[in-house]
């Protein structure tokens, strides 16, 4: 089993930055692609942006460009480096893994919160 802990959430004022890690624990030589979704109150959950073990990233027009993902395999880390934040992008950051074997088996952490206040 793999274990996602996220941190890095929290308030902060328009145009303002976060920087939010996730730690891998557990059986980590299963992580292949991993990545943050957010999902806003009355809202279904999204991919914010993710990064495959090979360094290719894909992210959400919505944040290109202000929004950039990285990951240290070493340290079974995952990174979302968020800069000019907007009020709609408030929401609860998830971070997400698959399961290398097996890609449609995933393993998401509980949330952490992001609050962008206008």
């Known amino acids: 089993q793999v274990q996602l802990v996220e941190s890095g959430g929290g308030l902060v004022q328009a145009g303002g930055s976060l920087r939010l890690s996730c730690a891998a624990s557990?059986?980590?030589?299963?992580?292949?692609?991993m990545g943050w979704y957010r999902q806003a109150p009355g809202k279904e959950r999204e991919l914010v942006a993710s990064?495959?073990?090979?360094?290719?990233?894909d992210s959400a027009d919505s944040v290109k460009g202000r929004f950039t993902i990285s990951r240290d395999n070493v340290m079974s880390m995952l990174y979302l480096q968020m800069n000019s934040l907007k009020p709609e992008d408030t929401a609860v950051y998830y971070c997400?893994?698959?399961?290398?074997?097996?890609?449609?088996?995933?393993?998401w952490g509980r949330g952490t919160q992001v609050t962008v206040s206008s």
């Open positions: 990064i495959r073990v090979d360094g290719t990233i």
């Open positions: 557990g059986s980590t030589s299963l992580i292949g692609a």
């Open positions: 997400n893994a698959r399961n290398k074997y097996n890609t449609n088996f995933k393993y």
